[in-house]
């Protein structure tokens, strides 16, 4: 059992920056690929970026690159999502996620997720 706590989400103006944080608490965090994932009102959830345990190795979604980048620290069990350039359309409630495999844009791919946090972009 993983158990995630995210962090950091706020209100923000367009062209601000956030930078989330998730913690996790529970088995191994480095055996784990950590996610992060949005979803807006009304809308499906959607892919951001995701990491391998190592942190070698990152993903992000097109609507994201060069914007947002993905980042982790084994040591104390935290991943972080650092968000520049926000959008409006950035809006959603953002989830992080842990998948005992290799990582994955598909959600279903994650066996812990956590309560989310709320980030809110003004025009």
């Known amino acids: 059992q993983v158990q995630l706590v995210e962090s950091g989400g706020g209100l923000v103006q367009a062209g601000g920056s956030l930078r989330l944080a998730c913690a996790a608490s529970?088995?191994?965090?480095?055996?784990?690929?950590m996610g992060w994932f949005r979803q807006a009102p009304g809308k499906e959830r959607e892919f951001v970026a995701f990491?391998?345990?190592?942190?070698?190795?990152?993903h992000y979604a097109d609507s994201v690159k060069d914007r947002f980048t993905i980042s982790r620290d084994n040591a104390k069990n935290t991943v972080h999502l650092q968000m520049n350039n926000l959008k409006p359309e950035d809006t959603a409630v953002y989830y992080c996620?842990?998948?005992?495999?290799?990582?994955?844009?598909?959600?279903?791919?994650?066996?812990?997720w956590g309560q989310g946090t709320q980030v809110t972009v003004s025009s």
């Open positions: 996620a842990a998948d005992v495999g290799s990582g994955s844009s598909w959600w279903y791919h994650y066996d812990y």
């Open positions: 529970g088995r191994t965090f480095s055996n784990y690929a």
């Open positions: 990491i391998s345990n190592s942190g070698g190795s990152t």
